[in-house]
């Protein structure tokens, strides 16, 4: 069981990444996916969560970067992504996902996968 999270990289100010949680040896549309950053010298935060797909498939983001990152789904690869427009500097950080238990929305009680991290840097 593994996951991970891509799609990282360097952007201007003003631009836009898509994040990528794929994962290997289990099917994610069962599992409720939370995204995280850590920026340099500052504690992990949550992001956003998107509850697994037999539920409402509710969609959560943290409130200061709501209207700038939006989270979804595409069952069919596999794959859960965190669009992320109009970012700013003090959007630097690694950026991880997760996953819950199985049939447990968002958000989870708990985190029960973790993936390695992408590093997104926002800089001119």
């Known amino acids: 069981v593994q996951l991970q999270a891509s799609g990282g990289g360097l952007v201007q100010p003003g631009g836009s990444l898509r994040l990528s949680c794929s994962a290997s040896?289990?099917?994610?549309?069962?599992?409720?996916i939370g995204w995280f950053r850590q920026a340099p010298g500052k504690e992990r935060e949550g992001v956003s969560c998107?509850?697994?797909?037999?539920?409402?498939?509710?969609?959560y983001v943290v409130d200061s970067v709501k209207g700038q990152f939006t989270v979804s789904r595409d069952n069919a690869k596999n794959t859960v992504y965190l669009q992320m427009n109009s970012l700013k500097a003090e959007d630097t950080a690694v950026y991880f996902c997760?996953?819950?238990?199985?049939?447990?929305?968002?958000?989870?009680?708990?985190?029960?996968?973790w993936g390695q991290g992408t590093l997104v840097t926002v800089s001119s």
């Open positions: 997760a996953a819950g238990p199985a049939g447990d929305s968002c958000p989870p009680t708990y985190y029960k996968y």
């Open positions: 040896g289990f099917t994610l549309r069962y599992y409720s």
């Open positions: 998107i509850s697994f797909s037999d539920s409402d498939g509710s969609t």
